[in-house]
């Protein structure tokens, strides 16, 4: 499989060094289109594949074309490539709040899938959902799917408002871990650990509360009761969340980057 990633920015760039390290593809399998001159330099100094830098005839004749740009230059980006496109030839987008049928109109092709990765795909760890249209027969999707899993996991919805509801959990969600763990960081330091000391005490306390969820069957709320002893610590901490309505503010907070989310998308 050939594949162009048009878009040379940071996920962009992951993708294709994912792609490359799983050797699920060759360097000379791989193109990456972007116009800014220090990416282009990093992309080149970091042997991701064949760097261009000008749209041309080369577009036709790949399997796989990743749209990895911003959403809102995505309007100035279809009459570029539309001319170069082939009805057999595949389409990935992962730009947030760009709908199928809006890609299908703006690229003049069908056969097209829809994907929302996060954030932890530039360390190996990312979640990706993604969709497609009819078109797209099993074959490919599975060729995608394998591809997508170089960045960490990914997840087929048959639904495509179930990739604006990932985009409010998974595709946002590391921002809510990260602020979470900035709220438990200050707290530290307040009381009177030193920034290091604080960082390695909450950062350690998510990773390993994490890998017990994951090698374990209990729910979340059976080891909230597991860590909690009556009268102790943490029932005062889970007393203060639940006078506060934590959970509900969560779950406000989720709904409204989904709504936002459909939003983008019309």
């Known amino acids: 499989m050939t594949v162009l990633i048009i878009g040379g ?34 992309l080149k100094e970091k042997d991701r594949g064949i760097i261009k830098t000008e749209v041309g005839d080369y577009i036709s004749e790949v399997d796989l074309i990743v749209l990895a740009v911003k959403p809102q230059t995505i309007n100035q980006i279809y009459p ?3 001319p170069f496109l082939k009805p057999h030839q595949l ?11 809006s890609l299908e109109d703006g690229l003049g092709i069908k056969k097209i899938i829809r994907a929302m990765p996060n954030l932890p795909a530039q360390v190996g760890m990312g979640m990706t959902a993604f969709t497609a249209q009819d078109d797209v027969n099993k074959h490919e999707l599975i060729a995608v799917q394998n591809l997508l899993s170089t960045t960490g996991r990914a997840i087929y919805f048959d639904k495509e408002e179930m990739i604006d509801a990932a985009t409010a959990i998974s595709g946002s969600g590391p921002a809510y871990v990260f602020y979470f763990m900035n709220a438990m960081v200050q707290a530290a330091i307040k009381l009177g650990f030193s920034s290091s000391e604080a960082e390695f005490l909450v ?7 994490v890998q017990l969820q994951n090698r374990s069957k209990e729910s ?22 639940n006078k ?3 959970e509900n503010t969560i ?16």
């Open 220 to 241: 979340h709320q059976q080891w909230i009761d597991k860590v909690s002893s009556k009268g102790g610590t943490t029932e005062a901490a889970i007393k203060i969340f």
């Open 80 to 82: 570029n490539i539309r």
């Open 251 to 266: 779950n406000e907070a989720i709904f409204a980057a989904n709504n936002r989310a459909e939003e983008l998308g019309k």
């Open 203 to 209: 950062g350690q306390t998510f990773t390993g509360a």
């Open 244 to 246: 506060f309505d934590t």
């Open 9 to 42: 920015g940071n996920m962009g760039s992951t993708f294709a060094e994912s792609f490359l390290s799983a050797h699920i593809i060759r360097p000379n399998q791989l193109l990456i289109l972007e116009v800014n001159e220090a990416r282009v330099a990093y």
């Open 91 to 101: 389409v990935l987008s992962i730009m947030a709040g760009v709908r199928l049928q």
